[in-house]
C-alpha cells in the first residue's frame, strides 16, 4: 500500500516557520493545527537556516552552484567528444599520406 505524499509551498512553509517564531503555540500544537508530521516543522527550519533564500526551491530547480556545476560538465563532455574527433581525424589524415 503507497501512501500519497503531501507536497507543500514554499510561501505555505514560510508562513508555518513565521507562525512558529512569532506564535504562542510549540511547535507540536502548530503542526497538529496544521496537519503536519512530527518534526516536519524543525525540518523546515533546518533547511531555512542552512540554505537562506534558495530553501524550499522545489523538484527540478537548482541551485545557482548546481546549475553551474552542470553546464561546465556538459561542456566539459563536449571538448572531450570534440577533442577524440580531432584525434581519429589527425590518425587518418597521417595514415594516408605515409
Known amino acids: 500500500m503507497s501512501k500519497n505524499r503531501r507536497a507543500y509551498t514554499r510561501d505555505f512553509k ?3 516557520i513565521r507562525l512558529s517564531e512569532t506564535g504562542t503555540k ?3 500544537e ?3 493545527d496544521l496537519g503536519l508530521p512530527t518534526g516536519l ?3 523546515w527550519k533546518r533547511q531555512l537556516a542552512e540554505a537562506g533564500q534558495e530553501a524550499f526551491r522545489g523538484q527540478g530547480r537548482l541551485t545557482a552552484t548546481e546549475a553551474e556545476m552542470r ?3 556538459r561542456e566539459n ?5 570534440e ?3 580531432l584525434k581519429k581525424a589527425l590518425a587518418i589524415f597521417t595514415r594516408n599520406q605515409a
Open 77 to 81: 563532455a563536449v571538448l572531450r567528444q
Open 26 to 28: 510549540t511547535s507540536t
Open 71 to 73: 553546464q561546465l560538465r
Open 41 to 43: 516543522l524543525g525540518k
Open 14 to 16: 514560510q508562513e508555518a
Open 30 to 32: 502548530l503542526e497538529a
Open 83 to 85: 577533442r577524440e574527433i
